[in-house]
T-cell receptor, first 113, second 115 residues
Framework: NAGVTQTPKFRVLKTGQSMTLLCAQDMNHEYMYWYRQDPGMGLRLIHY???????AKGEVPDGYNVSRLKKQNFLLGLESAAPSQTSVYFC????????????FGPGTRLLVL | AQSVAQPEDQVNVAEGNPLTVKCTYS??????LFWYVQYPNRGLQFLLK??????LVKGSYGFEAEFNKSQTSFHLKKPSALVSDSALYFCAVRDIMDSSYKLIFGSGTRLLVRP
């Protein structure tokens, strides 16, 4: 049982390049989330999904797209990376109930030059 | 709007002393409250949560937190700090009426336990 995994662990991009971050969970969770973590700002929600084939915008969605084609995977895409997207990205998942705990992946560190 | 405040960027304590990491929240409805810990270059690990019932919640690694509805607070405590407790701590709130079940996080408090 690996829990929540994220690939890659670290990536350097040039401005304007694109990339996809992959999140996978093996806990059969319905809900999945993408957050970004910046110093002094805690974690902010980018996009989330309440089930396979569904996605919704969070607090800071601009510049990102997501897809949830399979229940266990949640992809975060950057179509044209900007230096402001330099951050640490965390994926999380949970069962369908408000009292359920969100479980986090180890994070992806992204540097945009 | 939902929000969480962690008023201290850093808390310093000596090993063996009690520690408190403060958290206050604001939600329109009733809250579910969570504490997570983050060690360097790691993801967030769940410590404890308040859902309902007893206002004193016990969690992992000897941590506990007290829910105070009148003060809208959920402070994290431990009776005797360890050097290994040094990490970044996040408080988070969820409004039970929000169907997205998203968490709103505070900005984090760095705990430094000196030997």
């Amino acid at each position: 049982n690996a829990g929540v995994t994220q690939t890659p662990k670290f990536r350097v991009l040039k401005t304007g390049q694109s990339m996809t971050l992959l999140c996978a969970q093996d806990m059969n969770h319905e809900y999945m989330y993408w957050y970004r973590q910046d110093p002094g700002m805690g974690l902010r929600l980018i996009h989330y999904s309440v089930g396979e084939g569904t996605t919704a915008k969070g607090e800071v969605p601009d510049g990102y797209n997501v897809s949830r084609l399979k229940k266990q995977n949640f992809l975060l895409g950057l179509e044209s990376a900007a230096p402001s997207q330099t951050s640490v990205y965390f994926c999380a998942s949970s069962y369908v109930a408000p009292q359920e705990t969100q479980y986090f992946g180890p994070g992806t560190r992204l540097l945009v030059l | 709007a939902q929000s969480v405040a962690q008023p201290e960027d850093q808390v310093n304590v000596a090993e063996g002393n009690p520690l408190t990491v403060k958290c206050t929240y604001s939600v329109s409805g009733n809250p579910y409250l969570f504490w997570y810990v983050q060690y360097p270059n790691r993801g967030l690990q769940f410590l404890l949560k308040y859902i309902t019932g007893d206002n004193l919640v016990k969690g992992s690694y000897g941590f506990e937190a007290e829910f105070n509805k009148s003060q809208t607070s959920f402070h994290l405590k431990k009776p005797s700090a360890l050097v290994s407790d040094s990490a970044l701590y996040f408080c988070a709130v969820r409004d039970i009426m929000d169907s997205s079940y998203k968490l709103i996080f505070g900005s984090g408090t760095r705990l430094l336990v000196r030997p």
